[in-house]
């Protein structure tokens, strides 16, 4: 009986579908298991090979635990709402809706044709109204609460406004803006607007104002990433600085609470270090400098904040963000039009750029600060190093401390004091430690942790500074002016945001036309006259607002009267394993963090950490193709030649690595060629070629069999290349390789659906796990794929035989068979639970290459292997399973238990000396004594000869070690 992948496969997958065999229930008595992947954005160019690495690795683990006895959840869906939908939209006039479904259709059938184990009954679509209804509830929940610093919780803002009707905020701070203070008697007093106004200061989603890269030409908003050198990516157009209304998400709040769950849930030390770094807690001072300098700017102050308070006496010039509000009022009338000209400038580069800059920029204001111990004036410059959202937006600069602003020190020639010699570049004796510090006086001599506290304390008793701890992080911007999104419940009344009642949920997107942004930049809908009469917020939603909670959809995705009940969400609790990459990890994972903590505080759910487990998968690399196209000058030509009527030729790769070289010979050699070929096109116009070079050009790496270029498809693949000419070596054009990532523009993509046709899809599965360590980077290579397809068939060579069928008997293991069998189950076992999946699949290769020497066909061990393989090899496993006369699915079998008795050593290969020298290796039992050890070696046919008669002087016999025979 042959081994048809393809027709078993098919088989199969719909039998699965028909039994709903991956359908999972929320009441079991099983213990639960939940295994999700991070959902994939459906895009038009479907999937390529590189992304199920995690979606395999996730479905071994499911069907593993399944084997185990657990109840396993393993869903999957799509995160359909988002800017590069509303692109294709724009740029092909298909609405987002439409391109989305067929996009998921696309991914859906190359899903299935890999056999994943997913419970599709449980699909979710973010961009579903069934499904953002409850995106806008959560976002209602979080507009209607705020932290309450004293419980450490969110709580439900209505409770704070009782409480400021007794006793105003005297024990609230106000997170958005530390000024505000209000008696209960002020509160009762204000205005309906102004108490909103302070609430909105208190909501853990609030709406402020802030500065968006806007594109007249192009009449948008566009992200960060979207803007080079301060022109937009698409048309190279100006693009400048606006503030626009925005909702946020009060993160801040939770900076300690995100900081402190790390130490509970296993992530991996890298990305735990990448959350820390980015929440940036820091303890220090916030100081304030008085300001001297244009009329009217006298009594000003500028604040700092500062993790080294004890440097205070080595600051030598203050450094402002040129967004600050106080510019306009402290810059002289002599600096003006500077300062002017660099703002400007300044807005026209995105914070991105600005952070990566190395180059040193900024303007004096022409104003100073004094410092507040020694009364020292300090010059006030702007730079663009200094961003307005973090800290204060101004720092002082401390060059004998700092090397970034010792640079800007030079290079602006602001004189350097408090310091002894040149810190940075050793022309004199190198600063101390303790240099900065010169003047300070009551410093001298302490450590630095000492003068720091001495310092903050001297700050707070003067009154210009108080402990401050800061973060980096910033409260997230939470709106895009875009169509493609979830509409946010709210309506505008008189300048207040007015959430919508729960029974007015979902808020649809309208349908449209297009998708110009409104007047003043808002988002598309502000262009949708019914939407502006009902005052409806005319952002949207960003594309992580879905993708925050859908862990939490899949426990009870069918559910209409709640985002997801509590029973159910107690029973499956956290994700025991999340397998995601990461480049979600400062982004989608603080925000699922930071939802399931507001969710668990209000009571909706009972755990604040939302993944227990993560796994970061590497990446799949493509390993592109590159042809050589020769340029060349020529000279003697009697009209200007037409560029695009010269031939397009192309030299193979070992041509081009002795062009490289600097091989005269084949340099000239190939003048020649190309003048005849010039000759022929221009009519003997042109009399010689003065110098030859390549250009490197990415090729379809489906056109290209190993290293050797079809040429014939090569002149198919692109209409520029159909007249191409080739320089051939040993008469085969062989490409350029280089690893590089798997990108549709390198052409290095290799769709699945093609290997799956080829090869099987259990062979696809294990050939992605055999490639390596799963949570490594490695580049992928085609051609391997072959040897483990052969090792696919020599499994299905100990059931059947291609020419005389049913392999497999009755008898009864051998205590060698079982050996091989237990030695495997117990590898196997622990490289899944520890997803060392590589190693797993060599571990199978080995154990069939045992059992074929062995010829072992026998029921008891074979049945045994089909179980262990099924997360692998779920296909082939299923029919062999069947074959083997089985009426249940292997999906529900036990798996099989690791007996250590049968893998006991009973023998030990003993190297075998004679006078020194290893001369042979004999297996002799345990158990053996030392004369019947001397009997056996001495009876060896290799010691005898060895030996060579002679007789034995003596037998060095070291149990479990070695023998050796002296002659």
Known sequence: MEYNFSAIEKKWQAQWKQDHAYRVSNESSKPKFYVLDMFPYPSGSGLHVGHPLGYIASDIYSRFKRLKGFNVLHPMGYDAFGLPAEQYAIEHGVHPAVSTAENIDTFRKQLDNIGFCFDWDREVRTSDPSYYKWTQWIFLQLFNSYYNRLTQKAEPIAQLVTVFEKEGNIKHVCPGDHAIRFSAMEWNNYTHKQQQDILMNYRLAFCGYGEVNWCEALGTVLANDEVINGVSERGGHPVVKKKLRQWYLRITEYADRLLDGLQTIDFSEAMKEMQTNWIGKSSGAEISFQVQGADGCNGLHLHVYTTRPDTIFGVDFMVVAPEHELIERITSDEQKETVEAYIAYVKSRSERERQAEKKITGAFTGAYALNPFDGRKIPVWISEYVLAGYGTGAIMAVPCGDERDYKFAKHFNIPITNIIGDAYNGEEANATKDAKLENSGFLNGMVMRDAMEVVIDKLEDMGIGKRKVNYKMRDAAFSRQRYWGEPFPIQWKNGVAVALSETELPLELPAVDHYSPGPEGEGPLANIPEWVARELETNTMPGYAGSSWYFLRYMDPHNKEAFCDRKASDYWNQVDLYIGGTEHAVGHLLYSRLWTKVLCDLGHIGFDEPFRKLLNQGMIQGSSRFVYRLLWKFAGTERVLDQAKLPQVFISKGIVDELHKGNKEIEERYKTELLNLLKQTYSGSVSFIHSIDVVALHVDVNIVDGVELDTKAFKQWKPDFADAEFILEDGKYICG??????????????????????????????????????????????????????????????????????????????????????????????????????????????????????????????????????????????????????????????????????????????????????????????????????????????????????????????KGKMINVVI
Not at 789 to 799: D, N, S
Request: some cysteine; aromatic content about 10%; overall charge negative.
């Open 737 to 958: 390789v280089e690893v590089e990532k798997m990108s549709k523009s390198k052409f290095n993509t290799v769709n699945p659906n093609t290997l799956v046709d080829k090869f099987g899809a259990d062979t696809f599965r294990m050939y992605e796990m055999f490639l390596g360590p799963v949570e490594q980077s490695k580049p992928w290579d085609t051609k391997g794929i072959e040897g483990v397809h052969r090792f696919i068939k020599k499994l299905w060579r100990l059931f059947f035989d291609e020419q005389k069928g049913k392999q497999w008997n009755e008898e009864k293991a051998t205590a060698a068979e079982l050996k091989v069998l237990h030695r495997t189950i117990k590898k196997i076992e622990d490289d899944t639970e520890r997803f060392s999946f590589n190693t797993a699949v060599s571990t199978f290769m080995i154990c069939v290459n045992e059992l074929s020497d062995l010829k072992c066909h026998k029921r008891e061990v074979l049945e045994s292997l089909l179980i262990m393989l099924t997360p692998y090899a779920p296909h082939i496993a299923e029919e062999l399973w069947h074959q083997l006369g089985n009426t249940s699915s292997v999906l529900d079998a036990a798996y099989p238990a690791y007996n250590a008795s049968f893998t006991a050593e009973s023998e030990k290969e003993y190297p075998v000396s004679i006078n020194g020298r290893v001369r042979t290796n004999i297996s002799i039992s345990l158990d053996a004594t030392e004369a019947q050890v001397k009997e056996i070696v001495l009876g060896n046919e290799m010691v005898q000869k060895w030996m060579e008669d002679k007789p034995l002087k003596k037998l060095i016999f070291v």
